[in-house]
């Protein structure tokens, strides 16, 4: 070989050395941009939630309510005269099942100003003659409490304690608190009795509904259990995003599905049960139903499934706007519709006798209405009376695989039954979605679609409200001696 082809091999030799080296050095580069990169990731998860709890726990407080209930009214055993039972039996007959007794409940609360103003849960304090309200360790305990207003169509209430200067804590922005899916979240509150507990997960999902017509819930994997009920769910910065308020369980415990009325629905809510003791909401006054995919083709306009369409105008303020059967409601002030749920909240917490711009579609093209909202707790039942058919209305009936009936002496003394209102389950299909979610014979269904029902004719009403809604489910209270719990059963097709 020559020294001329010995040096070019050298050369190229050098060259392939430089390359490899610059390789090696832009690798170990990426390397380490990677490994600061990571840690950089890992920082998001908070190490500890230790700070976070013991900042916002003196406002967290336990509540425990209780109810007077009528001793036994039922037909007493009868023994003959002179029987070896005679005096046991007549003892017993004499005994506390006799007299008025107490029954009692526990749920979680929490303050939201220095005055003593605390929030829960309407099933909460619901019916209760008594409520006392325990502060976190080394604060007031057994403080009596005011009820100040309740709303049951989002199952919040107020209440109010006559102390000063109490820890207290506030509520994420209320125009979307800025959780996210996915960001870390703490619930806190009463979990089975056992007094204050933490518990941390994520915002699993946001904009839930269940079977109310205002749900915006917060989905979340933090353990949530009896008890929880009315606590707060916080985000890492100690705002209230949300009220702790049901689950979805085949067993009645925590598996990760807990649900928080958001603090865009409470805030509005809790500003009004303060100002005058009930909810005044918007009323746009007609009947409305989901635009459906298969429905597009027949609606001159429409390019998508969007909005809402009116069914009914009866007299109101959407029929003194010129609002029209076969409307579709496309926008309502200045937010965009996309189904029926969307346009029932937005006009919900609209303000009673506002000026709202109202965009329709029709006839293929686009009306500007105005309306002056009513107020729906005093019109709606006016504009949309209940059926008048004079047929008595059955007080046992079978739906969603329960034997349901209203709540009789006889009824409430076979079952021990403390509640004097609602319907008592005296059946249960075994193969039913209620059997594998741990309903047994007794128990007593106080709500259905978070409204009363104390008969057949109410519970098959709020079945159909939420069938005709687009409900998938529907959220029913039951309670079992003073425990109360939420159960959600599919609809049936």
């Known amino acids: 070989m020559t020294l001329k082809a010995i040096a070019i091999q050298q050369d190229q030799g050098q060259v392939r050395r430089l390359g490899f080296a610059f390789l090696a050095m832009l690798a170990m580069v990426f390397a380490l941009v990677f490994v600061q990169a990571v840690p950089s990731a890992a920082q998001s998860r908070p190490s500890t939630f230790a700070e976070l709890a013991e900042k916002v726990s003196p406002s967290v407080v336990n509540i425990t309510t209780s109810t007077v209930v009528a001793g036994r009214t039922g037909p007493q055993g009868m023994v003959p005269d002179g029987s070896p039972f005679e005096d046991f039996f007549n003892d017993l007959d004499r005994g506390p099942g006799d007299g008025a007794r107490r029954s009692s409940a526990l749920g979680s609360g929490f303050v939201i100003s220095a005055d003593g103003f605390i929030v829960t849960n309407n099933h909460v304090i619901e019916g209760a003659d008594e409520i006392l309200i325990e502060f976190f360790p080394g604060g007031e305990d057994g403080v009596p409490a005011e009820l100040v207003g309740t709303d049951p169509n989002t199952d919040i209430a107020l209440l109010k304690v006559d102390l000063e200067d109490l820890p207290f804590v506030e509520f994420g922005d209320s125009n979307g608190d800025g959780s996210r899916v996915g960001d870390w979240v703490m619930a806190m509150g009463n979990p089975l009795g056992q007094g204050f507990s933490v518990s941390a997960g994520i915002v699993s999902a946001r904009n839930r509904a269940l079977s109310g017509t205002y749900d915006d819930y917060i989905q979340t994997d933090a353990a949530i259990n009896r008890g929880n009920s009315g606590g707060p769910l916080f985000n890492m910065d100690g705002d209230v995003i949300g009220v702790n308020t049901a689950i979805l369980s085949p067993n009645g415990g925590s598996i990760g599905i807990g649900f928080a009325m958001s603090a865009s629905v409470v805030t509005n809510v809790v500003d009004q049960l303060k100002e005058y003791g009930e909810t005044r909401r918007g009323w746009l006054g007609v009947r409305i139903q989901d635009v459906t995919p298969d429905m597009v083709d027949a609606i001159e306009g429409l390019d998508m499934a969007r909005g809402a369409m009116v069914t009914d105008v009866p007299a109101g303020p959407a029929e003194d706007a010129g609002m029209l059967s076969g409307d579709v409601i496309l926008n309502f002030d200045g937010v965009e519709i996309e189904d029926t749920r969307e346009l029932v909240r937005i006009v919900g917490n609209s303000p009673v006798g506002k000026e709202v711009p109202v965009n329709v579609l029709r006839n293929g093209g686009t009306e500007s209405l105005t309306v002056v909202l009513g107020r729906r707790e005093t019109s709606e039942a006016v504009a949309f009376p209940a059926s008048t058919e004079q047929e008595s209305d059955p007080t046992q009936g079978e ?61 098959n009403a709020r079945i159909e409200a939420a069938t005709e809604a687009g409900r998938k489910s529907i959220l029913m209270l039951v309670r079992r001696g003073g425990d109360p719990r939420f159960v959600a059963l599919v609809l049936e097709e």
Do not use: R
């Open 399 to 459: 739906v969603l695989g329960l034997s349901v009936a209203e709540i009789t002496p006889e009824l409430a003394e076979q079952y021990s039954l403390d509640l004097e209102a609602g319907l008592v389950i005296t059946g249960i299909d075994p193969d039913s979605e209620a059997a594998s979610k741990g309903l047994l014979e007794g128990d007593v269904i106080t709500e259905a679609g978070q409204q009363t029902v104390a008969t057949i004719a109410d519970l």
